[in-house]
């Protein structure tokens, strides 16, 4: 375990929040928990009597299913609430849903919500870790962990790494988090993708901007790609599907600029021949099913700590009253 | 445990069957299980190997959610099916899917239909216990169990009390439960609201009928407020929103004709501003939040008596046999 | 345990697959598992620590239930996955969602698709056991188990026993799983319904083919009712469905045509008064609650085989790696 080992936060809102520090212990309790995935038994009984909430308005299934997974494996108990929220709270408001939840005697809450600052806020009202799923076009923290994890773990560090997000940069919760993290832990970060899509001013984070793709891939030791996200998108962000592949898809051409040792990431799920060609998708560069496994070691971190720090300042106060 | 404990029934169906003494029983389980809540370790062995079945025929967030934490707590395996009664059985009768269900080897089911009776009849067609979680329009009887729970542990006993429910009497089966528990109890009743959601005629039951909230609250050592549920009160029942807060909403005028210790009681989800001033349902009065926590005691107990009922049944069966 | 006993299996896709020695391992082990439901303590270690999948892209209830509750009985943790391929995968390939759901750390996926092939097809792509919950029209492999474990389990033999299956042949993969079955197992199988959905075709696999019921019931030890399905079926099929049920409904005329200790199986959910008088439905000669309760022993057995097969290859390729 790092030296510098440290958490004292009741909740995991956003990778914006956190130091180089906080992400190094996540990234150190996720690798222990890692070693745990072979075992044929791979059930922790850290989480044992614990009620894991998870509060999902906005649709989701891989990020939904990977948090029960891992609040399983270290014997939670998940609940999970899906729906809109209207649907949920019958003309209730996100305040007393919330409080209503912690009412239940739950210990954690995991929300994703369409609007940003949501768990930001409900951390607030509520005395209960709150951990961030996505929220809006905000953060989606668990999502740059599990990026930054699958970096780590193929390059053993960071620093010094050139790294490439190409895609939907403005609208993507995915990007905003892993400029944070990635930064944090000393790569450097270049944005590729439509001029419309990724706007200049995103160099006021300290990135590189390019609109010119095989410019920004040149030298990268890895390139993330965002889903391109039909629902989403209007024709005014870019004129085709067929136009952006061709623009800005990464094809083997393309992929020949990275580095020899360079990795392709992607959040999933993958649109082959759109963003990525469908061979590249399953070559040896592409760590796309790595990510899928790191994000229950991750998440499982989250969840480890965030409890436990919860535990902790329980028995804290209760030794303080005594 | 009070010397009248007592629990012989195979299920828990309505709060009109019920007697004092298995009212206080329930509740002394309650008492017992309340004490786990602050605990690192909440779960209990208890219904360990037991499957319990939500059968939920109308939808439900609130009660459904309880009664997974209640039976988690007591380590019982929770199987939900959710859906309105065509989609689930595709022209199979309720009592082809209860007796399917209870051919799955499940243990308890726990039931919410919108018809009125569903309960009671499937009580007779499984032998394994049922649990009412409301039926149409007849009772809800575990809210009332929680209700009255949460003034037992404010006033310690609920004889000589004056509680005044307010709202959609006609409408309403949480109303329905609590007419019947807090008379079993020794409080005195009080309905008030609209006379067209407010009938004379309840006063058969035992209480008292106020069209004036402002008689009705005088003296009420507790008001339980009831949800106004735009989606089934037409505008027969009352012009707008607007008239009804204006004539029957809690405001701080009226709630200072309460006795000074009085409380307010509401079972969720609250319309702020509709049938409650939004700052009372804040304020020191409300037991609002305490009403959810105690949902989870009250139905660990029920599923505690009703399948230890059974397993003791089952027991003296095999031993008579032998 | 049979002398036979044998299991080698990745996966369990189809009944065709199987060889009589492989089905009566399966029964030997659900026949241990059958003993354990009257239990107090129901729950065995066995999968203590395993994630199973279930991944129902089709609807579905009480198949899902039933191998939810099996998983549970054998202490695996379940999660369940449900929706059209299309809203699950957002374009993602049926592919691409299987090696995901392999790579979140799964150790086996239960799949129900619409597309014939597909569990065999996902079995291709995965590392870990799949288990065929139905695919299209091809197989309903569990389903045949059980009913074949009902017939073992009130006949000790299904060797030389004459089984007729009365209905829609046609669309029905609970038929053609059972037409392989059941002549594995030793029985003589006609097939019986109106010629539109039991073409003469089907004598090719060995079986009778009758479109006079009466011939086809006389003399059968047992006669397994196929549900009709109102909705895939078109007035092409057959005129109405009171013409069907004159033609071709099990009623208490037809049923004495069986032989005395004759039994009636249906899958459900069961259409009383059209493939069966709903008298009979409740007979001493209908099986079906046993059936809904052999579905839970029959699948515990299959999970059991299939996923301690597949520890038993890791602990092989361990052993052979070092």
């Not at 849903?97 to 607030?124: C, E, F, Q, W």
């Amino acid at each position: 375990m790092t030296d510098n080992f440290t958490w004292n936060r009741k909740d995991f809102l956003s990778i914006e929040d956190l130091s180089k520090d906080e992400l190094e212990t996540i990234f150190a309790y996720a690798d222990q928990f890692k070693q745990t995935l072979d075992r044929t038994q791979k059930k922790l009984p850290t989480l044992r009597g614990k009620t894991i909430l998870n509060l999902f308005m906005e649709p989701s299934t891989r990020t939904k299913v990977a948090f029960e997974i891992a609040a399983k494996r270290l014997s939670a108990d998940v609940i999970t609430i899906t729906g809109d929220a209207s649907s949920l709270s019958k003309g209730e408001s996100l305040r007393d849903t919330a409080k209503n939840i912690a009412a239940l005697n739950a210990d954690v809450i995991i929300t994703r919500n369409s609007h940003a600052g949501s768990a930001y806020y409900l951390s607030k009202i509520v005395d209960i870790p709150v951990i961030n799923a996505g929220d809006g076009a905000h953060e989606h923290p668990t999502q740059a962990l599990l990026d930054c994890f699958t970096l780590r773990d193929h390059f053993g560090d960071l620093k010094g790494l050139n790294v490439t997000i190409l895609g939907d940069i403005l609208f993507s919760r995915v990007a905003r988090s892993n400029i944070w993290a990635l930064q944090k832990l000393g790569a450097s970060v270049t944005l590729a993708g439509p001029a419309t899509l990724v706007p200049k001013k995103f160099e006021e984070f300290g990135v590189k901007v390019h609109h010119d793709v095989e410019t920004a891939l040149k030298n990268s030791d890895a390139v993330m790609l965002l889903r391109i996200q039909h629902e989403r998108q209007s024709s005014i962000h870019f004129p085709s599907l067929g136009e952006y592949t061709k623009m800005f898809g990464l094809n083997k051409k393309r992929a020949a600029l990275l580095k020899p040792e360079a990795i392709i990431l992607h959040p999933g799920p993958v649109n082959r021949g759109v963003e990525i060609d469908s061979q590249l998708a399953d070559s040896e560069k592409s760590v796309i099913l790595k990510q899928a496994t790191h994000g229950i070691v991750c998440r499982m971190a989250v969840l480890f700590l965030c409890a436990t720090a919860a535990a902790n300042n329980l028995m804290n106060k209760i030794s303080a009253n005594e």
